[in-house]
């Protein structure tokens, strides 16, 4: 999987450490026992500190004497890094790679649909063969739990997490007796009224809110013409209201099924940018992208289109795969500095090929200004055999 393998000789001098390249790397050290993988911002450097001659007295750690063979990649940013680190230590360390890495899955909002009685949770779990719902990523447990509860303040779905046997002698809960639950557990509605209900909470949730927005505004409207003023003005505060519930959502928050994105990372490859496609919850790349014109006659933004045509098809992966996939992917976006630019298809599977082509621009001259993310992110390095 590493481009360029070279034997370790055991009288290694400065002039062999000379020839690797001071360049960022993924690297992986065989010998006797347990490989050594890592990643670096000079690859050289790491090496001649992991692999040079030992001074007296020294504790620091050495692996001159039980290394034979050094495997290695260059990289051209830090998401590459980590997204190949990660391929390389899961196949290297099957049972330990996400310890060494320290993945954390994404929180997601789940729609449970296939309860009879269907209700909304926050999870971490994700599985992708079911006819339940996913939302996210969010950058913690914590901002899906508030948007997830703010959100169903506008609405009347069950918040209880206990399998209904609706019975009307039941007495419900503080969320019925507030009118802020339809309660089927005592039969307070119809199968269908509450087969509606979740209707409009998942056109909430795939629209990411635009739904209720829209919902809202015309009957605000609808009451203004009716001179109902007093309608129109309790419409408008819930309108006042749901402003800042949308507000917590970042552009990469959506269903999980419909989330496919374009990262844009600097590339080792001279004169070239590194594409990576996240689609059906998995992560590809690198891509090199040329950024020089081949031909005068073809455009930058066709060009990026082929490009994007051409990425291969996507395997079927595992649930636990695709939760580490978007985990990396959630490290990522969520940094409070971020390299790279990311950029997103709209339902249609249609790409944004003009920004994409500004964003490969400033991404090939270093100029990038990535947005901030609407938290407060907490980085998360990883951390190497």
């Known amino acids: 999987m590493l481009a360029h393998t070279l034997p370790f000789p055991a009288d290694a001098t400065d002039v062999w450490f000379g020839e690797l390249p001071a360049s960022p790397a993924v690297f992986l050290l065989r010998g006797d026992g347990e490989p050594y993988v890592s990643k670096t911002a000079n690859l050289r450097r790491r090496l001649q500190r992991l692999l040079g001659r030992l001074a007296e007295n020294s504790k620091r750690l050495n692996l001159r004497d039980r290394v034979s063979t050094l495997e290695y990649t260059l990289t051209g940013s830090e998401f590459e890094s980590q997204f190949l680190l990660y391929r390389i230590l899961r196949g290297t360390f099957p049972k330990t790679y996400s310890n060494r890495l320290r993945l954390r899955p994404a929180p997601l909002v789940k729609l449970h649909l296939e309860n009879e009685f269907p209700r909304a949770s926050v999870t971490t779990r994700l599985s992708m063969r079911s006819s339940n719902l996913f939302y996210g990523p969010f950058q913690s447990r914590t901002t899906a739990e508030k948007f997830a509860s703010d959100a169903l303040d506008f609405f009347k779905m ?3 997490v206990d399998d209904l046997h609706p019975d009307p002698s039941f007495p419900g809960c503080i969320y019925s007796e507030m009118k802020m639950c339809l309660a089927p557990c005592f039969k307070g509605c119809t199968d269908d009224e509450y087969r509606d209900e979740v209707s409009r909470v998942q056109l909430f949730f795939d629209t990411a ?9 015309d009957q605000r409207e609808r009451a203004s013409v009716a001179l109902n003023f007093e309608e129109a003005a309790a419409l408008h505060a ?14 990469i928050i959506c269903r999980l099924d419909r ?39 073809e455009s930058m933004e066709s060009r990026v289109e082929k490009a994007l045509s051409e990425f291969p098809s996507i395997s079927a992966s595992s649930g636990i795969e695709r939760t580490e996939h978007l985990a990396i992917l959630k490290r990522w976006y969520y940094r409070s500095h971020r390299a790279g ?4 298809a709209d339902d249609q599977v249609s790409w944004p090929l003009r920004r994409i082509v500004r964003g490969i621009g400033r991404v090939y001259r270093g100029e990038e200004k990535p947005e901030a993310p609407t938290f407060s992110a907490t980085n998360i390095t990883s951390a190497p055999s």
């Open 341 to 344: 630019e990311i950029f997103f």
């Open 158 to 160: 069950r918040r209880c």
């Open 209 to 217: 809110g635009e739904s209720l927005n829209r919902e809202l505004t």
């Open 259 to 297: 989330l496919q994105a374009i990262v844009v990372q600097r590339s080792a490859e001279p004169d070239c940018v590194s594409l990576f496609r996240f689609s059906s919850g998995n992560l590809q790349g690198p891509f090199a992208f040329g950024v020089e014109l081949r031909a005068q006659s």
């Open 238 to 251: 819930k309108l006042e209201k749901l402003k800042p519930v949308l507000a917590q959502l970042p552009e």
